[in-house]
């Protein structure tokens, strides 16, 4: 057998060997649950608060550990503590510490919990906390995006289907697209937050605990809306993972496809914008060669976010209740989508701000390839014609100029009376301004309705920022140590 660490585990009273070497670096979580190191810390001044205030252990006692733990709070912002693989995971390395500050009487900490209630509630703190810091990234996108649509509030582009050119649309309107679905993305935020605002502390291994805990006390101390109604549920779920995951799922699609379009817009068959060199990259063997790399990352890491989302989902489709090791494969995936969401978030919205939109390109292909055709089927419609009437006469006449090499704005008087008697006394627009004013409808692209639109996006923005304001004060204010 090789020869282990030496060190006691904190289940090992009923062992008679020392774990195998292989066993602790297979079995240990300390590589990546140390990014939850002050929320485990602190949970732990809520559970020792809570436990001398209950008189389950006395409070001179409590108060000596809640001292010692704010000192190691010290230490690790200090870059002063360190773990090992020995330490197995977080919440021993911690204890560990604190009995190397304290001697026994650190071993009273951990009365009334397990260790399966503790990782819980530290992992649900510090998912709020991240999903707060996504909320606050996704408002500065937005802020963004309306900025860049303000910035170009005339510039009339095509709008696609299926990738051809299809009907004028406003810049800013297309801007605006990408604004709906972060407000949907902030919406997911803030409900995966309320999922993960759940104290599991006082469910213990599984069962709950045989102290006189005050569940509700800690849960205040902590920040925590309400307490878990189920120790067994408790201990087992980890819906609030896979509810973290799904938010940054969409929010990875959503940059995605904005990467596509950006992508595509920044080439030479487009030439619609110019992403600021600062933000570009070139290549090493064509000196003419400037590349949109920030988008393609993005566009790249969309995949690599699912596959976090999908292999936490399989994980855990068999596992039956209640904590099973397994289960430790929950953080590693969503501290690798959170890491990536917020590395996206940092860099998309100056990279965004950087483009400059190429306003001519953009007006010329906005009625190029007949785009305008549906305004004239509908000039049509409005003089009695039936629609699907109307969309056959509109679509001989594209293939006719088509065959003719003509726009409709070749065409002459007579040749559109020739077309139809509706177009002797007046015309469809011939140009993306007049098209896209048509559309003054809820939602449309007129621009009444695009600044109609913009103005909304920013009310929810503000509201979504105030509740950002919020949780971050009330989060931040908990690692205040006492006299700071």
């Known amino acids: ?45 809520a559970h020792v608060r809570m436990l001398g205030r209950q008189e389950i252990i006395p409070a001179d006692e409590a108060a000596q550990i809640e001292r010692a733990l704010w000192q190691i709070m010290g230490e690790v912002d200090a870059g002063e503590f360190a773990l090992t693989v020995a330490d197995e995971d977080v919440h021993t390395g911690v204890e560990r510490r604190l009995r190397e500050s304290l001697g026994g009487i650190a071993g009273k900490l951990h009365t009334g919990r397990s260790r399966n209630d503790q990782a819980v509630t530290d992992f649900r703190f510090w998912t709020k906390r991240r999903l707060v810091e996504i909320a606050a990234g996704l408002v500065r996108f937005g802020e963004v995006l309306l900025r860049v649509a303000r910035a170009n509030a005339d510039v009339i582009m095509p709008g696609y289907t299926h990738l051809q050119r299809a009907q004028p649309i406003l810049f800013a309107h297309h801007m605006h697209a990408y604004g709906e ?11 995966a937050f309320d999922r993960a605002d759940v104290l599991a502390l006082g469910s213990a ?12 006390g800690v849960a205040a101390d902590l920040h925590f809306a309400r307490i878990s109604a189920n120790s067994l549920d408790a201990v087992s779920d980890r819906d609030y993972v896979l509810d973290a995951l799904y938010a940054c799922s969409l929010i990875a699609m959503h940059i995605s ?80 989508a959170v890491d990536t969401v917020l590395a996206e978030l ?20 906005a009625i190029e390839d007949f785009t305008l055709a549906t305004d004239a089927a509908d000039h049509l419609a409005k003089s009695g014609v039936p629609f699907r009437e109307a969309h056959e006469i509109i679509g001989s006449l594209v293939g006719r100029c088509i065959a003719e090499g003509k726009t409709f704005a070749d065409l002459t008087d007579a040749e559109w009376a020739e077309i139809h008697p509706a177009f002797a006394d007046s015309r469809p627009p011939l140009d993306g301004a007049g098209s896209v004013a048509l559309r003054d409808v809820p939602g449309g692209t007129a621009p009444n309705r695009v600044a109609e639109g913009g103005q909304r996006i920013e009310r929810e923005l503000a509201g979504y920022r105030e509740w950002v304001t919020t949780q971050q004060s009330a989060l931040d204010v908990l690692f205040e140590a006492p006299g700071e």
């Not at 660490?5 to 990546?32: H, I, M, Y």
């Not at 291994?205 to 509700?216: H, I």
């Not at 950006?262 to 933000?279: H, P, V």
């Open 257 to 336: 496809r904005m990467s596509e379009e950006l992508i595509l817009w920044s080439s030479g068959e487009f030439r619609f914008i110019q992403i600021a060199d600062r933000f570009s990259t070139g290549s090493s063997i064509m000196p003419q060669k400037k590349n949109a790399d920030i988008a393609e990352l993005g566009r790249g890491k969309a995949g690599r976010v699912y596959g976090d989302l999908m292999g936490l989902l399989a994980t855990m489709k068999g596992l039956p209740l209640a904590y099973n090791k397994d289960q430790q494969e929950d953080k590693e995936p969503l501290i690798d």
């Open 205 to 216: 291994a599984l069962a709950g605990a045989t102290y006189p805990l005050d569940r509700e």
């Open 346 to 365: 940092d860099v998309f919205p100056p990279m965004l701000e950087s483009i400059t939109v190429n306003g001519a390109r953009t007006a010329a292909a």
């Open 181 to 191: 679905m972060f407000l949907r993305d902030l919406e997911r935020v803030r409900q």
């Open 1 to 45: 057998m090789t020869e282990g660490s030496g060190t006691q585990k904190a289940w090992g009273g009923r062992f008679a060997e020392l774990p195998d070497a292989r066993l602790e670096a297979f079995n240990a979580s300390v590589g990546f649950d140390v990014r939850m190191i002050h929320e485990d810390i602190r949970a732990s001044i």
